[in-house]
C-alpha cells in the first residue's frame, strides 16, 4: 500500500482539520469549457487553493503543465513528465480541490485497466448524481501520462494544443491517482466521467492519465455535495463563447488520442 494511501486513511480518521464549511465542498476555479475557449489565465494563487483543500487537479496559467495537489503541496508536472513543487504564488485559470475524506474504500484485486477500474469505481459512487473526490494507490504496472508545455498568447485552439501534447509512458511505478467523478449534469463546468492526475510516490513523475494498468490498487472515494464555483469576475471569461454544443469535443481533449498503441 503506497504511504499516500495511509495519508488518505489518517485523514479518513481525523477529519483532516477542515473547518465545517470547506468539508465536503469541492472548491474549483473557473470552468472547464472557459480553459478549452482560451480562457487560460487566472487569478487564483495556489495558496488559495491550498486553503480551499488537500486533494486536487487543474493547470497552470497558460495551461503550463498538469497541477496535483496532495495533502499540502501543489505539483507542477511540466511537459517532459517532471514534478516539481509549484510555488504559492503561482496562479491557475482551472483547478477543482477538496478536502478529502474517504467514505468508501475498496481493494481492486483484479489486473485492471483505466475501463475496468472506472466500471468498478461505478460501483462504489454513492449514485451518479453526487460529484466525487477519487484516490486510487497502489503500484501501477503500466501508466500512459500525457503533459502540455506552457502556451503563449493568442491561445492556441483545444485540438491544437492535444496535437502538441507530450504522451509518455511509466512501468512499475507506484503512486496515486489523484481525480474526481463528475456527473454528466456539469458538462462544461467540469469533465463528466472520471478525469485523473497521477503523481509517483517519491513525487518525481506525473501526469493526466491516458490509460493505465495495475492489481491490488486501494481505491477511495468521497461524495460531494456542495460546489464552490469561483469564476473570474473580469478578462476574456466575461466574453468568452461557454455554451457546450458539442460534449465529445471536450471528452476527446482529456482521453487518450491513440489508444491503440496501449502497450500489453
Ligand atoms: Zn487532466
Given at each position: 500500500m503506497a504511504a499516500c494511501a495511509l495519508t488518505v486513511l489518517a485523514a479518513l480518521l481525523c477529519g483532516c482539520g477542515a473547518d465545517l464549511e470547506s468539508r465536503e465542498t469541492l472548491y474549483q476555479v473557473s470552468t472547464l469549457k472557459a480553459l478549452a475557449e482560451g480562457v487560460r489565465d487566472g487569478e487564483t494563487p495556489v495558496r488559495e487553493l491550498l486553503r480551499r483543500g488537500d486533494f486536487g487537479i487543474g493547470t497552470f496559467n497558460g495551461m503550463d503543465g498538469e497541477m496535483v495537489l496532495v495533502e499540502d503541496r501543489c505539483y507542477q508536472v511540466r511537459a517532459d513528465g517532471t514534478v516539481a513543487v509549484a510555488e504559492g504564488d503561482r496562479q491557475t485559470p482551472f483547478a477543482a480541490v477538496t478536502f478529502f475524506e474517504a467514505r468508501r474504500l475498496s481493494v481492486l484485486k483484479e489486473d485492471s485497466d483505466l475501463a475496468a477500474l472506472g466500471k468498478r469505481l461505478d460501483a462504489l459512487l454513492a449514485g451518479p448524481n453526487?460529484?466525487?473526490?477519487?484516490?486510487?494507490?497502489?503500484?501501477?504496472?503500466?501508466?500512459?501520462?500525457?503533459?502540455?508545455?506552457?502556451?503563449?498568447?493568442?491561445?492556441?485552439p483545444m485540438a491544437e494544443v492535444i496535437r502538441t501534447q507530450s504522451v509518455y509512458e511509466l512501468k512499475d511505478a507506484r503512486g496515486i491517482l489523484?481525480?474526481?467523478?463528475?456527473?454528466?449534469?456539469?458538462?462544461?463546468?467540469?469533465?463528466?466521467?472520471?478525469?485523473?492526475?497521477?503523481?509517483?510516490e517519491d513525487r518525481r513523475r506525473g501526469g493526466h492519465v491516458l490509460a493505465c494498468r495495475g492489481k491490488d490498487l486501494l481505491l477511495a472515494l468521497a461524495p460531494i455535495p456542495r460546489l464552490?464555483?469561483?469564476?473570474?469576475?473580469?478578462?476574456?471569461?466575461?466574453?468568452?463563447?461557454?455554451?457546450?454544443?458539442?460534449?465529445?469535443?471536450?471528452?476527446?481533449?482529456?482521453?487518450?488520442?491513440?489508444?491503440?498503441?496501449q502497450k500489453r
Amino acid at each position: 500500500m503506497a504511504a499516500c494511501a495511509l495519508t488518505v486513511l489518517a485523514a479518513l480518521l481525523c477529519g483532516c482539520g477542515a473547518d465545517l464549511e470547506s468539508r465536503e465542498t469541492l472548491y474549483q476555479v473557473s470552468t472547464l469549457k472557459a480553459l478549452a475557449e482560451g480562457v487560460r489565465d487566472g487569478e487564483t494563487p495556489v495558496r488559495e487553493l491550498l486553503r480551499r483543500g488537500d486533494f486536487g487537479i487543474g493547470t497552470f496559467n497558460g495551461m503550463d503543465g498538469e497541477m496535483v495537489l496532495v495533502e499540502d503541496r501543489c505539483y507542477q508536472v511540466r511537459a517532459d513528465g517532471t514534478v516539481a513543487v509549484a510555488e504559492g504564488d503561482r496562479q491557475t485559470p482551472f483547478a477543482a480541490v477538496t478536502f478529502f475524506e474517504a467514505r468508501r474504500l475498496s481493494v481492486l484485486k483484479e489486473d485492471s485497466d483505466l475501463a475496468a477500474l472506472g466500471k468498478r469505481l461505478d460501483a462504489l459512487l454513492a449514485g451518479p448524481n453526487l460529484p466525487h473526490a477519487v484516490c486510487v494507490s497502489g503500484d501501477f504496472s503500466y501508466l500512459k501520462l500525457r503533459s502540455v508545455a506552457r502556451q503563449r498568447k493568442p491561445y492556441p485552439p483545444m485540438a491544437e494544443v492535444i496535437r502538441t501534447q507530450s504522451v509518455y509512458e511509466l512501468k512499475d511505478a507506484r503512486g496515486i491517482l489523484v481525480g474526481f467523478y463528475m456527473p454528466q449534469y456539469l458538462e462544461g463546468v467540469n469533465l463528466p466521467g472520471y478525469h485523473f492526475h497521477f503523481l509517483s510516490e517519491d513525487r518525481r513523475r506525473g501526469g493526466h492519465v491516458l490509460a493505465c494498468r495495475g492489481k491490488d490498487l486501494l481505491l477511495a472515494l468521497a461524495p460531494i455535495p456542495r460546489l464552490h464555483l469561483a469564476l473570474p469576475k473580469e478578462g476574456e471569461f466575461l466574453k468568452a463563447d461557454l455554451r457546450v454544443r458539442d460534449g465529445a469535443e471536450l471528452q476527446k481533449a482529456m482521453q487518450d488520442p491513440a489508444p491503440e498503441i496501449q502497450k500489453r
